[in-house]
Every structure is written in structure tokens, then in C-alpha cells.
């Protein structure tokens, strides 16, 4: 019984049991004031909880509590910069509804899926815009009949979410993983589409481990290993290939990002005649600076143009 008075928490102050649940003070006096008044507003929440704030930053002006106030400050100054960088990135196609603030997910070594990386790489590839995804262009119904029926889809422009000198520069980088790079085999497997080929690749050996109070590995469980090519060719063709096993037996291969390269090396020949048959339409070069103007260009010859009428 005195051990329950000691640490119930009505013995404790606010910042003391954020501390222990590991959750901010201020969210668990609004989850106890809404559960209190589930139809309280805004304004009187603001207003009821001006004691309490200051209460919960009170430590912030005690001088004994520097190292641990400037700890804090950043936590919350990282926090703030990944809230700003998964706005970003979900524009350029990131999956998910949030980012975990790590090193992992600052270098780029966070979740992903095939999809999303086709996404990215399109909006490289065409020069920093992002075009909708089309599964289907037009629907007929009742054809052949008086009530015959056609429905065309009428995509949104495109948006430009990167500067075209930042996809440039990227997209030369992507020609160097191929030129001389982690994806070189291509040069060997399609020496004559590979200088229009482009693209990054990755490997991921997917662990669980659980380490000791001196650093030792105390487990290490195999989760799934991965290899992917994220892939762009010419002005038209994008894409990703990936290698995935999931579960313990991914313990049994070893496979890097060469073998997503090597399959796609194998497919390459597939395209040249597509690109050969129809060249690209691409959008034009707006040059340093913002771009609003989307031209689409093509190799099709145009149709003649009718004879003007004598007189």
C-alpha cells in the first residue's frame, strides 16, 4: 500500500509522469481534459491549460538542467525538420504517413516500396514534374449500339516538385551508377542502350538484433533480404526491378544489388525497338529558374496542312 501512494500517479507531478510514460506531458493533461469534456473547444482548452504549460516548461529556465535543456531543444528541432522533410518527400511519392527522426531515415535508409521508387525516378526523368498515375485512359460501353457510351480520362497538369537543375543534376549522377558505378554490368549486357540508361542501386540485409550492456550481440535474426535498380531510360521508359525474400530463409542468400541489374540487363533489348519506333515526348527545358510552361514534344511527322483558298 505505501509502495502504491509513493508512485500512484496523483504523486507525481505532470512533467514527472510525461517522463515516466514516455509521452509529453501536455498530451496527457489534453487526453485527461477531453475525456473530462469531450466537447470542449479550442479556445478553452488554450485558455485552462496557460497554468499548465508554463508548469511543463518551467524546468527550461533552471540553469541546473542546461545539459538536458539543450538535449531537448534539439529533439524538438529534429522533430520539426522531419515533419518538414516527409511533407517534401510525400510530394516526390513517399508511401507513408510519417518518418521516423533517425540517421537511418536522414541518409536515405528508410521504407520504401517499388512503387514509390518508380514514382521518384519518373519525376527525375521528366525533368523535375510529377504526372498523375493512369491505370486507365478511356472506357466504352455499349458499343456498336444508339446508346454507345465513351468516357476519356483528362489527367491534371503535371506539378513541379523539383527545380530542373536539381533533376538535371541528378539524373547525371544516376548516368554515373550505370557508367562506371554498381551498375556497370549493363554496359556489357546492352553496350548500345546502356549510355541512355540511368539509375541507383541498393541492397538490404533486413536484421533484428538485440545488443548487451558492453555492446555484444546477443541476437541476430534474419528478417528478409532485398535488392533493388531503380531505373530511367532515355526520356520515356522508368521503372524498378526487385529481388525480395522474406522470412528466416532469407538467411540462405546472398544476392547484392547485381542481380536486379542483371535481370534488367537481360530486358533491355525488349525496349530498343519501342524506342526506336517512337521517340520520346519529353518537356521542354525551361533552363535555371521557375518553369511553368509544359511543352510535349514528338518525332511524329504532323500532317499536312490544307491548301489555302485561291483569292
Not at 489534453?30 to 524546468?59: F, H, I, K, M, N
Not at 525538420?81 to 510530394?91: K, S, V
Not at 478511356?138 to 444508339?146: A, H, I, R
Request: glycine letters at 10%.
Amino acid at each position: 500500500e505505501g509502495l502504491l501512494e509513493r508512485h500512484s500517479p496523483a504523486a507525481l507531478s505532470l512533467p514527472d509522469r510525461g517522463f515516466v510514460a514516455r509521452v509529453h506531458p501536455l498530451e496527457l493533461w489534453l487526453a485527461a481534459a477531453l475525456y473530462r469534456s469531450p466537447e470542449t473547444t479550442l479556445g478553452t482548452l488554450l485558455a485552462d491549460s496557460a497554468e499548465t504549460r508554463q508548469q511543463v516548461y518551467g524546468w527550461l529556465f533552471k540553469t541546473r538542467n542546461r545539459h538536458a535543456q539543450d538535449r531537448r531543444i534539439a529533439s524538438l528541432l529534429e522533430q520539426a525538420a522531419f515533419l518538414e522533410i516527409h511533407e517534401f518527400w510525400q510530394r516526390l511519392g513517399y508511401p507513408f504517413g510519417s518518418l521516423v527522426p533517425s540517421l537511418a531515415t536522414a541518409i536515405g535508409s528508410s521504407a520504401d516500396h517499388p512503387g514509390a521508387l518508380t514514382e521518384l525516378i519518373g519525376i527525375i526523368a521528366n525533368r523535375g514534374y510529377r504526372y498523375p498515375t493512369a491505370y486507365l485512359s478511356e472506357l466504352d460501353f455499349g458499343v456498336g449500339t444508339p446508346y454507345e457510351t465513351r468516357l476519356r480520362y483528362r489527367p491534371p497538369p503535371p506539378e513541379r516538385v523539383i527545380a530542373p537543375e536539381v533533376a538535371q543534376v541528378t539524373r547525371e549522377a544516376l548516368a554515373g551508377v550505370v557508367a562506371e558505378g554498381t551498375a556497370r554490368r549493363l554496359g556489357r549486357l546492352a553496350p548500345k542502350l546502356a549510355p541512355l540508361v540511368g539509375g541507383k542501386t541498393g541492397t538490404g540485409d533486413h536484421r533484428f538484433e538485440r545488443y548487451g550492456a558492453s555492446g555484444q550481440v546477443l541476437e541476430s535474426r534474419v528478417v528478409n533480404r532485398s535488392a533493388v535498380f531503380t531505373f530511367a531510360i532515355g526520356d520515356r521508359f522508368f521503372g524498378t526491378v526487385t529481388a525480395f525474400v522474406p522470412g528466416p530463409e532469407a538467411a540462405d542468400y546472398r544476392f547484392t544489388s547485381a542481380l536486379p541489374v542483371q535481370v534488367l540487363g537481360h530486358l533491355l533489348p525488349v525496349f530498343e525497338p519501342l524506342l526506336e519506333a517512337a521517340p520520346p515526348a519529353t518537356v521542354a527545358d525551361c533552363g535555371v529558374g521557375p518553369c511553368t510552361d509544359v511543352t510535349l514534344m514528338s518525332r511524329v511527322p504532323a500532317a499536312e496542312p490544307a491548301p489555302r483558298p485561291a483569292g
